[in-house]
């Protein structure tokens, strides 16, 4: 019986153990199921369950803007001329005249809607160029029914942003510039403004991507499915806080109508821009003074460089960069500690850097980095030149066939048909092979290669030694610049 009550005791005690263990699995289970529970809810409650105290907050911010244009009216029915007869030419030129100078027409009014918001108390308000565009006279209605008239300060068309200015007896309620940089892909953004012409309305939505360019130079905006329709133009597109992190812009739609894809200038460019209206009345941009364009593969491989990233330099008048020492062949990778990923990157870069600054640029040159100070210009007092270079000794054409292109050292003679200045030194193009890779590149005759390798080339040796070079060098391509009607671009051709 002892040994029996011996055996049992253990049983009992591990059925203890498995009860404890299983209890404590289920505590823990439980613990972990209200965590995530708890977890959940946390996340829920950091969307926004409704926008009405966001909307409260900057509405009194958002205007609606009319504006109103004299136009010359129709020039009324034309008048019935049997065709041939004498008098038909007469009565097309003068009915011609009617249409282009306005003559004696009477003058209609022209109007037009959008949306603006008040930055500061004393009466700045943002909106688009487009929507007050020679305007004649401009109202503002503000959220609480008052009106008053507002007056142009500055516009700049390259952003499609205008500032305007009212005069109040009392301060205006206003809104803050947010960083739209930190803005991320998914954020909620709400919009407010006046769609066509219905008054104040607010419609949210997402950040559906950045750094959308439409057609500017200076294109850097936020696209989102947040409804925007004519007549939101100029209005603001709010973060969570309340900041304004864009300007309703443009639409993309098949019907004029919101399909869910509208862009917003970026406050990271809107901000610069107004404040320089807001100071100058005018736009003060930073001018590097090179061309450049986009590399691709075999242009970075011919460059000894691992990845696209840059800016190539094509060309270097007279302006900032060449007094730094900037040359053409130079890649541009960083710009005042910003890396340069392209072009469209530099050029909005450079322009928003102001005039005068003296700014460090990191470029990549034979197979080294050499970090150059330039002091910017303005960009609008820029004036296009172009360097001279030494002329050259009338020489008999040498033509040599290299990579599918048919090339000749030019002679006056040659100069006059492609109506070269006499300062253009390089290799013409004479003929193209249509089946070579250069004809697939896009070189045709009448282009003149001014340089191979990053080192000019004048005659067919020189052409041939850069080729040498680049094979030894364990190049697979050799970069190519050729000029076109004057316009230099780089082409990297595989070396066969």
């Known amino acids: 019986m002892t040994s029996k009550i011996r055996v049992l005791a253990p049983m009992r005690d591990l059925q203890n153990s498995n009860t404890v263990l299983w209890r404590g699995t289920m505590a823990l289970l439980t613990g972990f199921s209200l965590l995530l529970a708890s977890s959940i809810a946390s996340e829920a409650q950091s969307r926004p369950?409704?926008?009405?105290?966001?909307?409260?907050?900057?509405?009194?911010?958002?205007?609606n803007i009319t504006t109103a244009t004299n136009v010359a009216?129709?020039?009324?029915?034309?008048?019935?001329?049997?065709?041939?007869?004498?008098?038909?030419?007469?009565?097309?030129?003068?009915?011609?005249?009617?249409?282009?100078?306005?003559?004696?027409?009477?003058?209609?009014?022209n109007n037009a809607l959008g949306s603006g918001f008040v930055i500061s108390e004393d009466g700045f308000?943002?909106?688009?160029?487009?929507?007050?565009?020679?305007?004649?006279?401009?109202?503002?209605e503000f959220?609480?029914?008052?009106?008053?008239?507002?007056?142009?300060?500055?516009?700049?068309?390259?952003?499609?942003?205008?500032?305007?200015?009212?005069?109040?007896?009392?301060?205006?309620?206003?809104?803050?510039w947010g960083d739209s940089d930190v803005a991320r892909v998914g954020d909620w953004v709400?919009?407010?403004?006046?769609?066509?012409?219905?008054?104040?309305?607010?419609?949210?939505?997402?950040?559906s991507a950045r750094n959308r360019a439409l057609s500017g130079t200076y294109d850097d905006y936020i696209q989102t499915d947040a409804a925007i329709n004519r007549g939101n133009s100029g209005g603001p597109l709010f973060n969570m806080n309340g900041d304004v992190i864009g300007v309703n812009t443009a639409i993309l739609s098949p019907n004029g109508g919101s399909i869910g894809i509208g862009f917003a200038m970026s406050s990271a460019v809107a901000e610069n821009v107004i404040g320089q209206l807001k100071e100058f009345g005018e736009?003060?941009?930073?001018?590097?003074?090179?061309?450049?364009?986009?590399?691709?593969?075999?242009?970075?491989?011919?460059?000894?460089?691992?990845?696209?990233?840059?800016?190539?330099?094509t060309d270097v008048p007279d302006g900032p960069a060449m007094e730094a020492g900037m040359e053409a062949g130079d890649v541009i990778l960083t710009f005042d500690g910003t890396d340069v990923i392209d072009t469209r990157e530099l050029v909005r870069i450079v322009g928003n850097t102001q005039v005068g600054k003296t700014v460090r640029v990191v470029v990549f040159r034979e197979g080294e980095t050499q970090t150059l100070r330039v002091t910017l210009a303005r960009r609008e007092d820029?004036?296009?030149?172009?360097?001279?270079?030494?002329?050259?000794?009338?020489?008999?054409?040498?033509?040599?066939?290299?990579?599918?292109?048919?090339?000749?050292?030019?002679?006056?003679?040659?100069?006059?048909?492609?109506?070269?200045?006499?300062?253009?030194?390089?290799?013409?193009?004479?003929?193209?092979?249509?089946?070579?890779?250069?004809?697939?590149?896009?070189?045709?005759?009448?282009?003149?290669?001014?340089?191979?390798?990053?080192?000019p080339v004048e005659t067919a040796e020189d052409l041939q030694d850069r080729i040498e070079a680049a094979r030894d060098a364990g190049r697979k391509s050799i970069l190519l610049l050729i000029s076109r009607a004057g316009d230099p671009r780089f082409v990297a051709l595989s070396l066969q």
């Open 125 to 140: 308000i943002v909106t688009n160029n487009h929507v007050i565009e020679q305007a004649d006279e401009i109202m503002i």
């Open 190 to 207: 709400m919009a407010v403004g006046n769609p066509l012409g219905q008054g104040f309305s607010v419609s949210a939505g997402i950040v």
């Open 73 to 109: 009216g129709p020039a009324g029915p034309r008048p019935l001329v049997p065709e041939g007869s004498p008098l038909e030419d007469f009565f097309n030129d003068f009915m011609d005249r009617q249409d282009r100078g306005g003559g004696d027409r009477p003058q209609r009014r």
């Open 382 to 455: 820029a004036e296009r030149a172009v360097p001279a270079s030494a002329e050259l000794e009338p020489k008999a054409p040498i033509q040599k066939e290299v990579m599918g292109l048919t090339l000749s050292e030019l002679t006056p003679e040659l100069r006059e048909e492609l109506s070269l200045g006499r300062s253009v030194a390089g290799l013409a193009i004479t003929d193209v092979n249509g089946a070579s890779e250069a004809y697939e590149k896009g070189l045709r005759p009448g282009d003149v290669i001014t340089e191979a390798g990053q080192r």
């Open 283 to 313: 736009t003060r941009r930073g001018w590097l003074g090179v061309r450049i364009q986009d590399m691709n593969d075999d242009m970075a491989e011919a460059l000894g460089l691992a990845s696209t990233d840059g800016a190539l330099v």
């Open 143 to 176: 959220f609480s029914g008052e009106e008053l008239e507002a007056v142009v300060i500055g516009t700049d068309a390259n952003t499609d942003l205008a500032l305007l200015k009212v005069e109040s007896e009392e301060p205006l309620p206003f809104v803050q």
């Open 49 to 63: 369950g409704t926008f009405a105290d966001l909307a409260d907050e900057v509405s009194p911010s958002v205007v």
